[in-house]
């Protein structure tokens, strides 16, 4: 069936490391992917943004890319900091449904100092 | 994000009860979505609203309702509490026209005894 999946639900990285969270997604027909960041306590923050005629997007040390031959997703964050532990969630926009949202079932990642 | 508020924060109620979860946002959106989270699970759409007079069931809709009585206004009701409804309840807003990133509120943690 159609989802939006993760790789690995949990990833520990030393403080300075470069972080990299996968998502799959299995619809062809999904034209907007978003990333976004659950610190504990709150609620999903944006972090950034791509569409499907993109590869890749950069922003604040943080890059996505899209590999639309295979249906994946990443979220790379550079030079990773305790402040950057938080629950990352993929979305995607399935075009069919304009402006609803079907997210994954996130990663927990863990930066130590 | 501040900009959509939800209250109230935390609740306890007992089975059989009706509650109700506001949310209020300034962002000047015209799309506000419910949905609920729990543990290890990410977010499943409740309902959605495009619109004041548009009121769509989301994923999981059944033993909720939903009132949108202004742009800005869009409440959530448990109709008779059950204790599989204990969740996370978070409201969303998006802007029409192209833009499809949703940007959240801090969340409200319903506990049903």
């Known amino acids: 069936g159609e989802n939006v999946g993760l790789h690995l639900p949990t990833l520990s990285v030393q403080e300075g490391d470069n972080s990299i969270i996968n998502c799959a997604y299995s619809?062809?027909?999904?034209?907007?992917f978003i990333w976004y960041k659950q610190e504990s306590g709150k609620g999903p923050q944006f972090i950034i943004d791509?569409?499907?005629?993109?590869d890749k997007r950069q922003g604040q040390r943080v890059t996505v890319l899209l590999n639309k031959t295979v249906k994946h997703l990443s979220l790379q964050i550079a030079a990773t900091q305790p402040g950057d532990s938080a629950v990352y969630f993929c979305?995607?926009?399935?075009?069919?449904?304009?402006?609803?949202?079907?997210f994954g079932q996130g990663t927990i990642l863990t930066v130590h100092p | 994000d501040a900009d959509v508020t939800q209250t109230p924060r935390n609740r306890i109620t007992k089975t059989g009860k009706r509650i109700m979860l506001e949310c209020s946002q300034t962002k000047g959106h015209d799309r506000m979505y419910w949905y609920r989270q729990d543990p290890g699970l990410g977010l499943r759409l409740i309902y959605y609203s495009f619109d004041v007079k548009d009121i769509n069931k989301g994923e999981i809709s059944d033993g909720y309702s939903v009132s949108r009585q202004a742009q800005a206004k869009f409440s959530l009701s448990l109709e008779s509490a059950i204790p599989n409804q204990t969740a996370l309840y978070f409201c969303?807003?998006?802007?029409?026209?192209?833009?499809?990133?949703?940007?959240f509120g801090p969340g409200t943690r319903l506990l049903v005894l």
């Open positions: 619809n062809s027909a999904s034209d907007y």
């Open positions: 791509i569409r499907s005629n993109m």
């Open positions: 969303a807003t998006s802007k029409w026209g192209g833009e499809e990133t949703q940007y």
């Open positions: 979305a995607e926009d399935k075009g069919t449904s304009y402006g609803k949202l079907t």
